[in-house]
């Protein structure tokens, strides 16, 4: 069984930075790929980033070049450094494993961007 624990959520000004952590437990093998995603209420779960297994990174459109992805393959973490959070940035951001071609979900931390 495969349990995704994340952390680092919180309330950010706006121009701010936060970094969010999540980390695997359980039996596992091998990690294809690691990625965050995020949720408003109302709407459908939107991509932010992912990191496959030989390394390459993916961002959403909206993201780019103020988010930042990387992992620690020992710890089986993966983590998203966020920089410049805007308050359209406020969501539930949810961390995915793909292990073994099952995909796993972490239960979610709240990101709150306003003044």
């Known amino acids: 069984q495969v349990q995704l624990v994340e952390s680092g959520g919180g309330l950010v000004q706006p121009g701010g930075s936060l970094r969010l952590s999540c980390a695997a437990s359980?039996?596992?093998?091998?990690?294809?790929?690691m990625g965050w995603y995020r949720q408003v209420p109302g709407k459908q779960r939107e991509f932010v980033a992912n990191?496959?297994?030989?390394?390459?990174?993916n961002y959403g459109d909206s993201v780019k070049g103020r988010f930042t992805i990387s992992r620690d393959r020992a710890l089986k973490t993966v983590y998203l450094k966020m920089d410049s959070l805007k308050p359209e940035d406020t969501a539930v951001y949810y961390c995915?494993?793909?292990?073994?071609?099952?995909?796993?979900w972490g239960q979610g931390t709240q990101v709150t961007v306003s003044s």
């Open positions: 995915k494993f793909r292990v073994a071609s099952m995909d796993y």
């Open positions: 359980g039996s596992i093998f091998s990690i294809n790929a």
């Open positions: 990191i496959a297994g030989g390394g390459t990174t």
